[in-house]
C-alpha cells in the first residue's frame, strides 16, 4: 500500500510539474509577443526618421542650358521623322532627301535602312529659324559620326549653312551675338568642334575646339548627302 501512494504523490508531482512547465510557457510566449508589438512600432518609427538614401543618378534627356560669362550652350532635342515625303514638301530645300534615302536603302539590301531625325531652333542673334536634319544610314556614317544637315531661313526658303558628319549631343551655343553649333568629338573622344556662324559667308564655318578640351582640333571637311547615281 504504501509503495501505491509513493506511485500516486510521484503522479501528482509530475503533474504539478507539468502544470507549472505550460503556464511558465504561456508566460514566457506572452511576454515575447508583447516585447515584439513594443519594438515593432519603435522600428517603424526609426526607419521612417532615417534620411533616405541617396537617389540614383538620372541622365537628363531634355535640353539642357550652361551658362558660362554669357555663354549659353542649348542641346538640341532630335525626333524621328515618320514621313519622309510630308517632310520634303513642308521644306522644299528637302525635296531630293526622300529618293536619297531609297537608293541608300537599295545599296545597303533592305538591311539598317536610313532614317531622318530633326530638330528646330529660333536663333535670337540673327532672327533666322535653324533646321537641323540628321541622316543615319550606314552609307554614310563614318566614325565621326552621321550626315547632318543645318539650314536657315532666308526669307521664305532654307538655305544650307553646314554639312558635317555628327553624333549627338548637338547643341547650339550663343555668346551675345554670336551663334555656334557644337559637336562633340568622334566617339566622344577630344576635341569637341565649334563651327561659328559668319554672316558674311552665310555659313558655319570651323571655329576652334571647345574651351574645355586641350588637344587640336583636326580638320574635318564637310561631308554633304551623296546624290543618288542615275539609273
Known sequence: MDIIKLLLRVVMQAKDLMKSFRKAAARATIAAIVTIGAIT???????QTQPAPPAAVVTRTAPAAETDAGR???EMEFSRVKDVEALAKQYPVLAKLPAELKEYDAQQGGDNPAFVEIAKYNDK???????FVHVTTPVLCSYEGCPLSVFM???KDFRNVLQVNASDPISVVTNGG?????LPGAYGVNPSLEFRYD?????FLLNRPAATQ??????QAPAPLQTPAPK
Open 214 to 219: 586641350q588637344q587640336p582640333a583636326p580638320e
Open 199 to 203: 554672316a558674311k559667308a552665310d555659313q
Open 153 to 155: 531661313k532666308d526669307g
Open 41 to 47: 512600432p519603435m522600428i517603424q518609427s526609426y526607419a
Open 72 to 74: 549659353v550652350a542649348i
Open 178 to 182: 554670336i551663334t555656334s553649333v557644337q
Open 125 to 131: 542673334a540673327t532672327g533666322r529659324e535653324m533646321l
